[in-house]
C-alpha cells in the first residue's frame, strides 16, 4: 500500500475502531485490519498513539489502555471514545438516499432487513423514517425490469423487443445481460449483444418486452463503463450554433468543445452516436440551432427531417 | 509515516478528550494547557488550534463555540456520540449491499465510514451482486439541504436570480436531478427546486424546528415539462402509433381518449407549457401528430415550417 493517509483519516478509523473494539472487550488484529481497512502495521502504529492519548494530567488512570497481545487487540479505558461519532449530514443523506434507491427497486422486500434498517438509521441520523428524501433510479416498466434482473443474476441470456431511438425501429434482440444499472435517472442494460457481437447499452425503457431464454452466458471479467453515453473514436461532430435559449444543450451531452460566441450565443462541437438521436434533437430545437459543420448527410438532417414531419400536416 | 503527523494525530486525540471532559466551554489558552503538544510559540500554537478545531468540524465533531471576551469551546458527549441503531448483522448486510449497489458522491460522505461507524464496517468485502448498480448525481449544497430539512431549519438561497426564503420538507432525485420540495415564503406557495440550479451559498434563517412538513404535500416528483405553468391552457390531443404508445405508457400515466384498431392511440394531454409540448410531440418524429386544439397543431407547423427552411 503506497497510498497516503493523513493524520485526519487515522483520527476517524481510530474514533470508530477504539468503540468497536472496546465493546466488544477485544478482537482479533486480522478482522480488525479488515474491517476498518489497514495494515497490521498501521494499525500497530495507532495503538501506540492511542497508548499515550488521554487527559490531564496524564496519570495512567488518565490515559487509554491499548494493546496488542496474541494476535488480538485489547483497548479498555477509552471511555471519551465509547460511542463512535455520529454520521455527518452528507454521511446520514449517502446513506438514507442509496438505501431508498434500492427499495425502489422491484425485487426489494419493502418489509425486509434493508427497510428495517433504514428505519433504525434514520432514527440514528436524527430523520424522520420514511421521510426527507426520496430516489427514483429511473422509469421503466417494472415487469420489464424485474425479468431483465432475473435473467441477469440467473446467468441466462435475453430475447428483446427494442426500441433503437438512435435508428428509430424496433428490433429483436439476443443479448448476455451483464449488468443492470441507472445512471442520469433512466435504467440502462449492459450486455453483449449477438447480433453485432458487440457490447453496448440498452435503454431499458425502451424494451417492449424481455423473454428470458434457457441459454447460459458467461460474464466476462470487464464489464465496461456504466456511463449512459461513452464517447466512441469513430463517432461523428456536428458543430452546432446555439442561441441563448438553447445553450442547455451544452450542459445535458457531453461535447468536445464549447465556444462563446457572444450575446449569449454558444457554439459547440457535439459527438452524434445515432443520426436518430441528433434528428429528434434538431427539429425540437428548430431554430434555435444550426448545424454549420459537420458531415454532409448530418447537416441537413434537421431540415430533412422537418421537411419530412410536415408532410404529415399537410 | 512521518513523525509529524503521529504528533498531529495523538494532539487531535488529546483535544477531542479535553473537548469531551469539559463540563463548561474552554478557552484555548486552557485547552493548550491541558493538551501540551502545541508549539511553544504562540501565533504557531493559535495556528494549529484553529486548524485542529477544522479539521474535527469538518469530520463532523460537533464543536461549540461559545463567544465571550474570549471564545470558548466544547463537545457535548450527546452530539457528539451515535446513538446505537440497535442493527441485526442481517440489516448490517442489507445496508453494506445497499452501499456497494447504489454510488452516490458527496464531499464527506464516505460509505465507508459511515459503515465503521455504525456496523464495525464489514469482516469480508462486499459487493454488489453481478445484477445492478446505481449511480446518483452528487451536489455541494446536498448536505447542507439535508440537515435543514432534518431539522427543520428555513433557508435562503438565490434561485432564477431572485433570493428566495424556503421550508425545506423533502429532498428527491427524480430523472437523474436533486430537487427539493418546499414553501416558498417569498411567494407563500409550495415549490418544487432543482438542486443544481441554485445559486450560491444556502444560509439559515431563524431558528430550527420552525415548521412542519404538512401531511398533504404530496410527492416531491416534477410534474412533465408540458405541465410547468400557471394554468392549463389547452387540451392537447396527441395520435401516437402502436410502437411508442406501448412506452409511453410505461413511461408515464396518460389519458387515453381513444384506441384505434390498429394499436394506435389518441391522448389527452394538458398542456401549461406550450414550447414544452411541442418538443415532447417532436421528438416522437414519425410516431406522433399533434391532432388538436388548432392552436398546437399551427405552432407545430409553423415550428417546422421554419426548421425545414
Given at each position: 500500500?503506497t497510498?497516503?493517509?493523513?493524520?485526519?483519516?487515522?483520527?476517524?478509523r481510530?474514533?470508530?475502531l477504539?468503540?468497536?473494539?472496546?465493546?466488544?472487550?477485544?478482537?482479533?488484529v486480522?478482522?480488525?485490519?479488515?474491517?476498518?481497512?489497514?495494515?497490521?502495521?498501521?494499525?500497530?502504529?495507532?495503538?501506540?498513539?492511542?497508548?499515550?492519548?488521554?487527559?490531564?494530567?496524564?496519570?495512567?488512570?488518565?490515559?487509554?489502555?491499548a494493546?496488542?497481545?496474541?494476535?488480538?487487540?485489547?483497548?479498555?479505558?477509552?471511555?471519551?471514545?465509547?460511542?463512535?461519532?455520529?454520521?455527518?449530514?452528507?454521511?446520514?443523506?449517502?446513506?438514507?438516499?442509496?438505501?431508498?434507491?434500492?427499495?425502489?427497486?422491484?425485487?426489494?422486500?419493502?418489509?425486509?432487513?434493508?427497510?428495517?434498517?433504514?428505519?433504525?438509521?434514520?432514527?440514528?441520523?436524527?430523520?424522520?423514517?420514511?421521510?426527507?428524501?426520496?430516489?427514483?433510479l429511473?422509469?421503466?416498466?417494472?415487469?420489464?425490469?424485474a425479468?431483465?434482473?432475473?435473467?441477469?443474476?440467473?446467468?441466462?441470456?435475453?430475447?428483446?423487443?427494442?426500441?433503437?431511438?438512435?435508428?428509430?425501429?424496433?428490433?429483436?434482440?439476443?443479448?448476455d445481460?451483464?449488468?443492470?444499472?441507472?445512471?442520469?435517472?433512466?435504467?440502462?442494460?449492459?450486455?453483449?449483444?449477438?447480433?453485432?457481437?458487440?457490447?453496448?447499452?440498452?435503454?431499458?425503457?425502451?424494451?417492449?418486452?424481455?423473454?428470458?431464454?434457457?441459454?447460459?452466458?458467461?460474464?466476462?471479467?470487464?464489464?465496461g463503463?456504466?456511463?449512459?453515453?461513452?464517447?466512441?473514436?469513430?463517432?461523428?461532430?456536428?458543430?452546432?450554433?446555439?442561441?441563448?435559449?438553447?445553450?442547455?444543450?451544452?450542459?445535458?451531452?457531453?461535447?468536445?468543445?464549447?465556444?462563446?460566441?457572444?450575446?449569449?450565443?454558444?457554439?459547440?462541437?457535439?459527438?452524434?452516436?445515432?443520426?436518430?438521436?441528433?434528428?429528434?434533437?434538431l427539429?425540437?430545437?428548430?431554430?434555435?440551432?444550426?448545424?454549420?459543420?459537420?458531415?454532409?448527410?448530418?447537416?441537413?438532417?434537421?431540415?430533412?427531417?422537418?421537411?419530412?414531419?410536415?408532410?404529415?400536416?399537410? | 509515516m512521518?513523525?509529524?503527523?503521529?504528533?498531529?494525530?495523538e494532539?487531535?486525540?488529546?483535544?477531542?478528550?479535553?473537548?469531551?471532559e469539559?463540563?463548561?466551554?474552554?478557552?484555548?489558552?486552557?485547552?493548550?494547557?491541558?493538551?501540551?503538544?502545541?508549539?511553544e510559540?504562540?501565533?504557531?500554537?493559535r495556528?494549529?488550534?484553529?486548524?485542529?478545531?477544522?479539521?474535527?468540524?469538518?469530520?463532523?465533531v460537533?464543536?461549540?463555540?461559545?463567544?465571550?471576551?474570549?471564545?470558548?469551546?466544547?463537545?457535548?458527549?450527546?452530539?457528539?456520540?451515535?446513538?446505537?441503531?440497535?442493527?441485526?448483522d442481517?440489516?448490517?448486510?442489507?445496508?453494506?449491499?445497499?452501499?456497494?449497489?447504489?454510488?452516490?458522491?458527496?464531499?464527506?460522505?464516505?460509505p465507508?465510514?459511515?459503515?465503521?461507524?455504525?456496523?464495525?464496517?464489514?469482516?469480508?468485502?462486499?459487493?454488489?451482486?453481478s445484477?445492478?448498480?446505481?449511480?446518483?448525481?452528487?451536489?455541494?449544497?446536498?448536505?447542507?439541504?439535508?440537515?435543514?430539512?432534518?431539522?427543520?431549519?428555513p433557508?435562503?438561497?438565490?434561485?432564477?436570480?431572485?433570493?428566495?426564503?424556503?421550508?425545506?420538507?423533502?429532498?428527491?432525485?427524480?430523472r437523474?436531478?436533486?430537487?427539493?420540495?418546499?414553501?416558498?415564503?417569498?411567494?407563500?406557495?409550495?415549490?418544487?427546486?432543482?438542486?443544481?440550479?441554485?445559486e450560491?451559498?444556502?444560509?439559515?434563517?431563524?431558528?430550527?424546528?420552525?415548521?412542519?412538513?404538512?401531511?398533504?404535500?404530496?410527492?416531491?416528483?416534477p410534474?412533465?415539462?408540458?405541465?410547468?405553468?400557471?394554468?392549463?391552457?389547452?387540451?392537447?390531443?396527441?395520435?401516437?402509433?402502436?410502437?411508442?404508445?406501448e412506452?409511453?405508457?410505461?413511461?408515464?400515466?396518460?389519458?387515453?381518449?381513444?384506441?384505434?384498431?390498429d394499436?394506435?392511440?389518441?391522448?389527452?394531454?394538458?398542456?401549461?407549457?406550450?414550447?414544452?409540448?411541442?418538443?415532447?410531440?417532436?421528438?416522437?418524429?414519425?410516431?406522433?401528430?399533434?391532432?388538436g386544439?388548432?392552436?398546437?397543431?399551427?405552432?407545430?407547423?409553423?415550428?417546422?415550417?421554419?426548421?425545414?427552411r
Open positions: 500500500m497510498r497516503r493517509t493523513s493524520a485526519d483519516d487515522r483520527l476517524r481510530l474514533l470508530a477504539v468503540p468497536w473494539v472496546a465493546a466488544r472487550g477485544g478482537a482479533d486480522e478482522e480488525v485490519c479488515a474491517r476498518f481497512g489497514c495494515t497490521e502495521g498501521e494499525l500497530r502504529a495507532d495503538l501506540e498513539l492511542l497508548f499515550v492519548c488521554g487527559v490531564h494530567p496524564f496519570t495512567p488512570d488518565a490515559l487509554v489502555e494493546w496488542l497481545e496474541d494476535g488480538r487487540v485489547h483497548i479498555s479505558y477509552a471511555d471519551w471514545f465509547r460511542r463512535p461519532l455520529r454520521l455527518t449530514p452528507a454521511q446520514g443523506l449517502v446513506l438514507m438516499a442509496t438505501a431508498r434507491a434500492l427499495l425502489s427497486v422491484p425485487g426489494t422486500d419493502p418489509t425486509g432487513p434493508l427497510a428495517r434498517a433504514l428505519d433504525k438509521v434514520a432514527v440514528a441520523v436524527g430523520a424522520e423514517p420514511g421521510e426527507g428524501v426520496e430516489v427514483e429511473g422509469e421503466a416498466d417494472r415487469g420489464v425490469l425479468d431483465l434482473q432475473t435473467a441477469s443474476a440467473a446467468g441466462r441470456q435475453v430475447e428483446l423487443a427494442y426500441y433503437s431511438f438512435g435508428s428509430d425501429r424496433f428490433t429483436t434482440r439476443l443479448v445481460p451483464w449488468l443492470l444499472f441507472s445512471s442520469g435517472g433512466s435504467w440502462y442494460l449492459r450486455g453483449l449483444d449477438h447480433q453485432t457481437r458487440e457490447a453496448r447499452h440498452f435503454r431499458v425503457d425502451r424494451v417492449r418486452s424481455a423473454r428470458v431464454t434457457d441459454q447460459p452466458f458467461e460474464r466476462p471479467a470487464e464489464l463503463p456504466t456511463e449512459a453515453y461513452t464517447r466512441r473514436p469513430g463517432d461523428p461532430v456536428v458543430v452546432l450554433d446555439l442561441d441563448p435559449a438553447a445553450s442547455w444543450v451544452a450542459g445535458s451531452h457531453p461535447v468536445d468543445g464549447v465556444d462563446e460566441l457572444g450575446g449569449g450565443r454558444l457554439r459547440i462541437h457535439l459527438p452524434v452516436s445515432e443520426p436518430g438521436w441528433l434528428a429528434r434533437l427539429v425540437r430545437l428548430g431554430p434555435l440551432a444550426t448545424v454549420v459543420d459537420g458531415p454532409p448527410e448530418l447537416v441537413d438532417l434537421g431540415r430533412v427531417t422537418a421537411a419530412r414531419l410536415l408532410e404529415r400536416y399537410r | 512521518g513523525t509529524e503527523q503521529d504528533r498531529k494525530l494532539r487531535l486525540l488529546d483535544l477531542l478528550a479535553a473537548l469531551l469539559a463540563r463548561d466551554p474552554k478557552a484555548r489558552v486552557e485547552l493548550q494547557r491541558l493538551v501540551p503538544l502545541y508549539p510559540d504562540d501565533v504557531a500554537a495556528r494549529a488550534f484553529s486548524r485542529d478545531i477544522e479539521a474535527l468540524a469538518r469530520m463532523g460537533p464543536v461549540e463555540v461559545v463567544d465571550g471576551q474570549v471564545p470558548a469551546y466544547r463537545v457535548q458527549r450527546e452530539a457528539y456520540e451515535l446513538p446505537d441503531p440497535g442493527l441485526t442481517e440489516e448490517a448486510a442489507a445496508l453494506h449491499l445497499a452501499l456497494a449497489t447504489v454510488e452516490l458522491d458527496l464531499p464527506e460522505g464516505s465507508a465510514e459511515s459503515l465503521w461507524k455504525l456496523t464495525g464496517g464489514a469482516a469480508e468485502r462486499i459487493t454488489a451482486p445484477g445492478s448498480t446505481a449511480r446518483l448525481p452528487g451536489s455541494e449544497h446536498l448536505a447542507m439541504l439535508w440537515a435543514a430539512v432534518n431539522a427543520r431549519q433557508v435562503r438561497f438565490g434561485y432564477k436570480a431572485e433570493l428566495r426564503e424556503v421550508e425545506p420538507w423533502q429532498l428527491s432525485c427524480q437523474g436531478h436533486w430537487y427539493l420540495q418546499g414553501l416558498d415564503r417569498s411567494r407563500a406557495a409550495q415549490r418544487l427546486f432543482r438542486v443544481d440550479r441554485i450560491g451559498l444556502i444560509s439559515p434563517v431563524g431558528a430550527a424546528g420552525a415548521f412542519f412538513r404538512p401531511a398533504d404535500a404530496g410527492p416531491a416528483v410534474p412533465p415539462p408540458w405541465l410547468l405553468g400557471d394554468e392549463v391552457r389547452y387540451e392537447a390531443r396527441l395520435w401516437v402509433d402502436a410502437d411508442q404508445a412506452l409511453i405508457r410505461a413511461a408515464g400515466s396518460f389519458e387515453v381518449e381513444e384506441r384505434r384498431p394499436g394506435s392511440v389518441v391522448l389527452s394531454v394538458p398542456v401549461a407549457n406550450p414550447e414544452a409540448f411541442r418538443s415532447f410531440a417532436l421528438t416522437l418524429l414519425d410516431h406522433a401528430e399533434v391532432l386544439p388548432p392552436e398546437a397543431r399551427a405552432d407545430v407547423v409553423a415550428w417546422l415550417e421554419t426548421t425545414a
